[in-house]
Each structure stands twice: as C-alpha cells, then as structure tokens.
C-alpha cells in the first residue's frame, strides 16, 4: 500500500531495490527483484538530500511524508555519534574514544535485543590481513552505518574497507552505508562499486554499479557516504567486502616464494631490510648473470610499489611486470640480456597488513619521506633510499629509471607522473617513455600524463630522486585508476580486474624494448604483443608458448583464480 503513494521514476531504483547478489551460480548478478516495500529510512534521506547527487533518486508525489519517520533517538543518535573525523567518533559504547581497532566478530543485533543470537543478525569482522572496518551501527533492520578505521596513527585517511559479513539469512537485504570517508571526490560517481567475494564464489567481482549511491549525507553532516545494496543469497556463506581487489602481504610472500622455488638463475631475490614490526622488505633483482659479469656499463631499471598501501592495483601491476621478466618470451629474454631489473615490490609491508589506505604503522605518509628518511622510523624507505644512492654512484651500473608505482582514486585509465626540466631536450625524451607505452598498452593514457612540480609533491620518489640523479635518468610515477579505463575512440568504461592490472604490468615490461630499441634482436617473427599464457601465473607454473595467444589471454582473465 506504501508503495501506490510514491511514483517512482526512471532514476529511482532504490524503491524497489533490483538488489542483486543472485542466483546460485558462479556468475552472478541475474537481477531479481526484491523489496517490495520502500525503505523509509532512505526515502526520508534522499528527500532531504535532492539532487546533490546525479544518482540521488527523486520523488515525486505529495504522500511520501507519511511514510513512516526514523524514529528521533535513530536521527539524534547518527548526529551525535557521527562527527567530523575519526578522532571523535565514539566506540559501541558511543563515547568519544578515537577509532583505532577493527571489529572482531562484532555480532550486531536491534537494540535492547537479548534473545538467542539468530540468523540474520550479522556478524562483522575485518581482523584479519589488510582487512579494514571500525565500527557498525544499527539502522534498521536493513541499513547499517560503516565506518572505516582510520590509518594506524593518523586519523587523516580513511579511504581503504575490507570486511567480512556472515551469519546471514537467505535473501536477506541490506543496505551499507560508509560515512566516513575522507575524500570527497570519489570515482564512486564515475560508477566505481564495490567489489565483492563470498566462500562459495571466490572469485572477487564489483558490485553491479546501479546498486551503489555515492552522495552527501544530511546525517553525517553532509560528508559523502556510499551506500549500497545487497541481497545475501546463501547462509552457510561468509561475504566479504572490499574497497578494491586486495592484495596481501601474505599473497606477495607466496607469490615470491614460489618464484624463488624454480631456481631461475636471472632472478635472485634478496631481503632488503625489515620494516618496523619486522616484514620483510624484498629486492628482486632480475637479469641474465652473464650480462652482470660482462665489463661494459649496465642500464639498470628501479621499480617500486605499495608506497601507498591501500593502492592494491599497484601489486597486481608490480606483479604483471615481474611474470613478464622472469619467463622465457623473447623479448623478456633479451630484456634480460639487457638490463637489469631491481624491483622492490611493497616498500609499506606493515601499512599493506594492516590494511592502511596511505600510512606506515606509525601513521607516515612514507611518499612524502624521500628527502630525509630515518632508519627507524621509515625503516624500509631508508633501505631503499639507500640503495638507489649506492648504485647511483657506481660506475658499473647507470641508473636509467625510476618507476613508482600507485593507484589513482579520481582517474580514469593508466597514465605517469613525470618531473618538469628546464632543458627542453630532456622534456621531451622524458615523454618518450609514456608514449611508447601508450602504444603497447590500450589501458595507458598519455593525454592523462602530465609533468609537474607541484610542491605537495616535494619529498615523493619521483621528484626527489629525480633532483638526484644524472640528467639521463627518468623517473615516474605510474598510476592506475583503482576502477576502469577508456580505450581510444570508445567512451564506455572498461571496469579494470585483477587481470587487466597485472597486463599492464606486462606492458609496461615489454615497453623497454622499444624504449632501448632492441626489436630488431627478435630473431622469430613471432609477435611481440603479450599473450599471458607465455607468462608465469602467481603459482610459479611456467606455461610453454602460446599459439593462439589472444585466446590465451582471454582463457586465462575467465578462469584465474583468486587467492590473496
Ligand atoms: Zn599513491
């Protein structure tokens, strides 16, 4: 009968929630239409909003005033609880502790609740690796408030979740809400969601973008929220949640440690130094021992990621670049012939396991460091620092490039950051690099590129080290969008996945052949475009060539499974 007072119009999906986590296969997202009845809660929320958002659905009719109301104590308890930043946001006692913890199997029933636990009262958990949520608070039966834990000492940032969600009802619905996020510009509005995992179904997908609300929220003080929609499907499943996909400390360890188990003898991985609650800070270095030992001067690569350690994206790209080096394609071989290759994949191993957004353990922005790290304070950027100086100064090796490598919160599409010169020759073999790997990657935008000196970047990689080594040396940042990319002549968004990130990587690998113009070394007429199946997956099987190599890429995205 609610539902005859409101006349939903084309924008207004939320009355009656196509929600969606579907049917009991492994592809999900066949829409079934649930919720026939409005949630008041929302009604009254969007309302009041109106139109501050292009997906803030709007009502239209006189009769949705009698709508049922939150009830006061609901509305007053979200003003006074949630405030401006995490400093003062109050724990599940509702006091004015800072949020430093996440929940721990936080069981969260109605309030004044105290019969037996049931399903359906869901159970929220993020202790675990990179897992990331601070507190729940109880809407509704069907709309809870999430608030992301702060980074470890420094309340500043809080952009990255990774949450689990269990003991949940067969079709049951909810609706999410992040309220405390703290950037408001968001690729949310460019149709980013969620992505999304559950036990019966690991392979992580986003959520479908009709399901995910990003607007400013009249009671969280008008900061953006993200709300979204979801319909739980299986009760013996545990959900998890996830601002991107995650990439652990954990899943570089194994990842590394079966590289090490083939024995390659252009690859040796050595442990740089040890971050402040003892990780491992890994080297890789990747080239053919005979070109170490040969007289004449190298050209040496330096690669580093997850400065940022929320930038997950980064790891699947750091990884694409080191799949593409160690395996037996040939150009990676002549690349290796060629060059040497350091990379540093996770220069923030504490921050990535504690599931920071942007801050080591002791809440530094290690990106903003470079010009004075200290040994125990940024332990694993003093490392590194270090042993780009060491080698800087070597005259055996020339340090040639410095790639660091993030992911972009507001952008579209992969694209570098480079330092401005005044030597106009040096401008522009600086864009040399980005424009070839424009051409090899269709993800890379060079448009997007840009060079700069802003001085909120003073103290980054890239601009400190650009000040510091020779002027034949480049050094980059390279982002990705944590959501999708454009192609040349296409304004559709291409969602970016898992696989997609770690092609880039790929690409970016193979660009140094162009860049050194090695191409004429390829001695078969073999292409040189990248066929994943030629590379190595994460598990460390080494695959024979391909054949039909795009089909080997497409196989390949389809059926990669997930660990993390
Ligand atoms: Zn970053």
New binding site residues.
């Given amino acids: 009968m609610l539902l005859v007072m409101v006349v939903p119009t084309a924008g207004l999906p939320l009355m009656y929630l196509q929600v969606v986590y579907g049917p009991p296969t492994d592809h999900l997202y066949l829409p079934t239409p649930v919720i026939n009845q409005p949630l008041n809660h929302w009604t009254q929320r969007f309302h009041s909003v109106g139109g501050h958002s292009v997906r803030t659905p709007v009502f239209e009719g006189e009769n949705w005033s009698t709508l049922e109301k939150p009830t006061p104590t609901q509305t007053l308890g979200r003003h006074e609880k949630n405030t401006t930043g995490a400093q003062t946001q109050g724990g599940e006692t509702g006091g004015e502790d800072v949020l430093v913890g996440n929940v721990n199997k936080l069981m969260v029933s109605p309030p004044g609740y105290s019969g037996p636990q049931r399903k359906g009262h869901l159970i929220f958990d993020a202790c675990f690796e990179s897992g990331n949520l601070g507190r729940v608070d109880y809407i509704s039966e069907f709309e809870f408030d999430l608030f992301i834990r702060p980074d470890t000492c420094n309340p500043r940032f809080r952009v990255w979740f990774n949450f689990t969600v269990e003991n949940v009802r067969e079709t049951q619905r909810v609706i999410f809400n992040v309220v405390n996020f703290s950037k408001t510009k968001s690729l949310y509005r460019d149709g980013m969601s969620p992505v999304v995992k559950s036990t019966s179904r690991p392979k992580w997908q986003r959520l479908p973008a009709k399901n995910v609300y990003y607007y400013r929220c009249p009671d969280h003080r008008r900061n953006y929220v993200m709300s979204f929609a979801f319909c739980f499907d299986r009760e013996e499943d545990v959900y998890q949640f996830s601002y991107c996909y995650p990439y652990t400390y954990s899943r570089l360890q194994h990842y590394l440690a079966s590289l090490e188990r083939r024995n390659l003898s252009y690859l040796q991985r050595e442990q740089l130094g040890l971050s402040v609650q003892q990780r491992r800070l890994d080297l890789l270095t990747i080239t053919n021992p005979d070109h170490l030992s040969a007289d004449k001067e190298k050209k040496l690569v330096f690669l580093t990621a997850r400065v940022?350690p929320g930038?997950s994206p980064a790891s699947f790209i750091c990884q694409g670049v080191i799949d593409f080096l160690v395996s037996q394609h040939p150009v990676a071989q002549i690349l290796r012939d060629h060059v040497i290759f350091k990379i540093v994949p996770m220069l923030n191993p504490d921050g990535v396991y504690l599931g920071n957004y942007r801050c080591s353990l002791m809440g530094f922005d290690l990106?903003r460091h470079w010009q004075d790290p200290s040994p125990w304070a940024h332990p694993t950027l003093h490392a590194v620092k270090q042993l780009i100086v060491q080698m800087n100064q070597d005259p055996r090796v020339s340090l040639e490039f410095y790639i660091d490598v993030?992911?972009h919160s507001t952008m579209l599409n992969g694209f570098m950051y480079g330092n401005v010169f005044e030597d106009e020759e040096r401008v522009q073999r600086q864009a040399v690099f980005p424009r070839l790997l424009c051409q090899n990657a269709p993800d890379f935008s060079f448009s997007n590129t840009s060079f700069n000196r802003d001085v909120v970047k003073a103290g980054t990689g890239r601009r400190f080290l650009g000040g510091l080594l020779d002027d034949t040396s480049y050094c980059y940042t390279l982002e990705v969008s944590f959501y999708s990319y454009m192609t040349a002549g296409s304004n559709a968004p291409v969602p970016y996945t898992e696989e997609t990130y770690m092609k880039l990587g790929r690409n970016v690998a193979r660009t140094f052949l162009d860049y050194y113009k090695l191409n004429n070394l390829i001695k078969d007429k073999r292409p040189t475009h990248i066929p994943s199946s030629e590379v190595t997956s994460q598990t460390g099987n080494a695959k024979g060539s391909g054949i039909d190599r795009d089909a080997g890429d497409r196989e390949r995205g389809n059926n990669q499974g997930v660990r993390q």
């Fill in positions: 940022h930038e990106n993030h992911a």
